[in-house]
C-alpha cells in the first residue's frame, strides 16, 4: 500500500521563478495539506484542500496557492520565489471520520526546495 | 503564540537508557488531538502515537509510552531502552477542535550512541 509519494524529491530555483510541487495522498485519503518545515524548524502549516476547494489556510501570503484534482492528488504552487522559501515542503494526506474525528495524517518524505 | 512547547532542543543517551521527551501545549479547546511524530535524516514524519483530549489514559506499545496530563498541559513521551535507530528528531503536535492544521512544537533532536 503507497503511502504519500512527493515530487520531486529536491528542486533547485533561482530568485523570481515560479515552482510547482506534487502530492499523491495515501489510499483512501481524500485531504491534502502542505507544510514548510525551515531548517531546524518544525512544520508550518500552509493550507489543507478537501473536495477540491482550499478548507484552511495558514499565515502565508498568496504567492502560495494550490490545487487538488478530482483524484485527491494536489499541486503546491509558489510564485516570485524569495530566498526565504528554500525549505522542506512536505505534504500530509487524511480522512476525516463522522463528526470530523481527526484519524491522524500520513506525511510523504517532502521535496526539499532551495532557491538561489 | 507558540501553542506546543518542546523545551528539550538536543537529547544524547547511549544505547538502552531510557528517554523521556517532554511536551507542554496551550490551547482554549475542550477538544483536542495531541500526536507525536519521529523525523529520521530521510525527511519523511513517521506517527506514532495520538491522543484525545477526552482520554487521559496512559498507555505503553512496544517501547513507546506516554504520559498525558491536563492539568499540567503537558504530553510527554518515552522511549525505552533506546536504540540507535531511534536516532531521529521528535515532533509533538497539536489539532484544535474544527481546526484542521497541526501545530507543531521546534522538535527535539534525540542521538542514541552505540
Known amino acids: 500500500d503507497a503511502g504519500v509519494t512527493q515530487s520531486p524529491t529536491h528542486l533547485i530555483k533561482t530568485r523570481g521563478q515560479q515552482v510547482t510541487l506534487r502530492c499523491s495522498p495515501k489510499s483512501g485519503h481524500d485531504t491534502v495539506s502542505w507544510y514548510q518545515q525551515a531548517l531546524g524548524q518544525g512544520p508550518q502549516f500552509i493550507f489543507q484542500?478537501?473536495?477540491?476547494?482550499e478548507r484552511q489556510r495558514g499565515n502565508f501570503p498568496d504567492r502560495f496557492s494550490g490545487h487538488q484534482f478530482p483524484n485527491y492528488s494536489s499541486e503546491l504552487n509558489v510564485n516570485a520565489l524569495l530566498l526565504g522559501d528554500s525549505a522542506l515542503y512536505l505534504c500530509?494526506?487524511?480522512?476525516w471520520g463522522t463528526g470530523g474525528f481527526n484519524y491522524g495524517y500520513t506525511f510523504g518524505s517532502g521535496t526539499r526546495l532551495t532557491v538561489v | 503564540a507558540q501553542k506546543v512547547t518542546q523545551a528539550q532542543t538536543e537529547i544524547s543517551v547511549v544505547e538502552k537508557e531510557d528517554v523521556t521527551l517532554d511536551c507542554v501545549y496551550e490551547t482554549r479547546d475542550t477538544t483536542y488531538y495531541l500526536f507525536w511524530y519521529k523525523q529520521p535524516p530521510s525527511g519523511e514524519l513517521v506517527f506514532l502515537i495520538r491522543r484525545n483530549s477526552f482520554d487521559e489514559q496512559n498507555e505503553i506499545s512496544g517501547r513507546y509510552s506516554w504520559n498525558f496530563q491536563k492539568s499540567t498541559s503537558s504530553f510527554n513521551f518515552t522511549i525505552t531502552a533506546s536504540q540507535v535507530v531511534d536516532s531521529a528528531v521528535y515532533f509533538c503536535a497539536l489539532s484544535e477542535g474544527d481546526d484542521y492544521k497541526l501545530s507543531f512544537g521546534a522538535g527535539t533532536t534525540v542521538t542514541v550512541r552505540a
Open positions: 500530509a494526506s487524511s480522512s
Open positions: 484542500y478537501y473536495e477540491e476547494e
